[in-house]
């Protein structure tokens, strides 16, 4: 049962336009959120965190949006450049005891920024 | 600049034979790291938390007595695949956050993975 869901493989944009990366969580007790990013080789790099109390969270091109209700949350990057070009992985965190501490990925959503 | 350093990046054995995979925290004491282990297209899953001075803390369905993992300082932490077979193949990462941080929700760093290749 995946608890962290990308249900897009990849995606791909033009360069300077919006990119739109979605994740869908099931467990409600998740209440902080973060999106990794991953060149080949290598492993995944932090970019951007939101807490449950909070519906949105900047950081210059990369914000992400929370909709606790929908168990939703999304990353915007604007605008996209080609070296944006990696697989995203959402991640979540939350919950009672020792599992404050671990964070379930998604599968990750491939995206390619065509110049 | 990488904070998580792991070794080797790459590693091709034999069946039956052990490997070991390194994980060290550069510049801060991690007292507590973690492992994580990628198939192709699927997403990273916990292996297991390993704790300084203790014992490692397994994942639902992960041999213990397979992957071995030894906390012996603040800054190194090791995974021993013993008895490796083809289905071990896979790309393992190491994780910890720094401890200077108190909130869990200080993210974690990586570290670049190794690649795991029995034959």
């Known amino acids: 049962d995946q608890q962290v869901k990308q249900n897009s493989p990849s995606l791909s944009v033009q360069e300077g336009r919006i990119s739109i990366l979605n994740c869908d969580y099931t467990n409600s007790m998740f209440d902080y959120f973060l999106w990794y990013k991953k060149y080949p080789a290598e492993g995944p790099t932090f970019l951007i965190s939101i807490s449950s109390i909070k519906d949105k969270n900047e950081d210059g091109r990369f914000t992400v949006f929370l909709n606790k209700s929908a168990k939703h949350l999304s990353l915007h990057i604007v605008p996209s450049q080609p070296g944006d070009s990696a697989v995203y992985f959402c991640a979540a965190s939350g919950g009672s005891g020792g599992s404050n501490y671990k964070l379930t990925f998604g599968k990750g959503t491939l995206l390619t920024v065509n110049p | 600049g990488a904070v998580v350093s792991q070794h080797p990046s790459w590693v091709i054995c034999k069946s039956g034979t052990s490997v070991k995979i390194e994980c060290r925290s550069l510049d801060f004491q991690a007292t507590t790291m973690f492992w994580y282990r990628q198939f192709p297209k699927q997403s990273l899953m916990l292996m297991a938390t390993s704790n300084e001075g203790s014992k490692a803390t397994y994942e639902q369905g992960v041999e213990k007595d397979k992957f071995l993992i030894n906390h012996a300082s603040l800054t190194l932490s090791t995974l021993t695949v013993t008895s490796a077979h083809p289905e071990d193949s896979s790309f393992y990462i190491c994780?910890?956050?720094?401890?200077?941080?108190?909130?869990?929700?200080?993210?974690?760093?990586f570290g670049n993975g190794t690649r795991l290749t029995v034959t």
């Open positions: 994780s910890a956050r720094r401890t200077a941080h108190i909130s869990y929700n200080s993210p974690l760093h």
